[in-house]
């Protein structure tokens, strides 16, 4: 099957603990995307890769880092300076570089804080 | 900040009813696209609709765009239980650090048998 992929489906946080989400693609794209979503919101960007190896802020980048090493993985870790982790996690990637295209989401993480 | 704004907030209908959701946004466009999102799960996008278009059709859905009034809407025909799930807009109006995609906050639609 072709898609999206990521992993855990429900994360915890300690205080002062960095933590990781995965995200896999096999569609072979070039963009992916790491949203953020707080109930009743939309999405707000966090990071975005164009192609492997490089990878730029978005609106909402500070307290997460992510890497780019595969093309197809796009992992993003939340770190202690994320003093409001808590939210929906969403992973997205679209075919080309264009970060307008049509976009295809992951079932996402939801990450909370004990 | 977000481009996209969904009005109403949330709609109720009954079956085999119209869903209507209306989009807003502040600077031109290039294009809008529709997604929905089911409860805890992640979006699916369902229409792209150019600036040079007026109207598209997909299925029970039929999406219409006023670029003077800067204004879109999704109308879901003959709805069914299966349609209940969060409606959002997206334009590629830059109007953050970032020229990508800018998400409204959504519309909540509920349809009951």
């Known amino acids: 099957d072709g898609g999206i992929t990521q992993s855990p489906k429900y994360l915890f946080r300690k205080e002062g603990q960095n933590v990781t989400l995965s995200c896999e693609q096999n569609l072979n794209h070039d963009a992916m995307y790491w949203y953020r979503q707080d109930p009743g919101q939309g999405l707000r960007l966090i990071y975005y890769?164009?192609?492997?190896?490089?990878?730029q802020k978005g609106d909402i980048a500070e307290g997460y880092s992510v890497s780019r090493e595969k093309k197809e993985s796009f992992p993003l870790t939340v770190t202690s300076a994320q003093k409001n982790p808590t939210a929906f996690y969403l992973c997205?990637?679209?075919?080309?570089?264009?970060?307008?295209?049509?976009?295809?989401f992951g079932p996402g993480t939801r990450l909370l804080v004990l | 900040s977000q481009q996209g704004e969904e009005d109403p907030q949330a709609l109720s209908i009954q079956e085999g009813e119209n869903a209507t959701m209306n989009c807003s946004y502040k600077t031109s466009i290039n294009n809008l696209q529709w997604y929905r999102q089911n409860s805890g799960r992640g979006l699916v996008h369902l229409i792209l609709?150019?600036?040079?278009?007026r109207e598209k059709h997909s299925g029970r859905l039929r999406v219409t765009l006023d670029t003077s009034k800067k204004s879109s809407s999704l109308l879901i025909t003959a709805s069914r239980a299966a349609d209940t799930a969060s409606y959002f807009c997206?334009?590629?109006?830059?109007?953050?650090?970032?020229?990508?995609?800018?998400f409204g906050k959504g519309t909540s639609l509920l349809v009951t048998p």
């Open positions: 997205a990637s679209s075919m080309r570089t264009d970060l307008r295209e049509t976009q295809y």
């Open positions: 890769s164009q192609i492997v190896n490089d990878f």
């Open positions: 609709i150019r600036s040079n278009e």
């Open positions: 997206a334009t590629d109006a830059f109007s953050g650090l970032v020229d990508a995609l800018n």
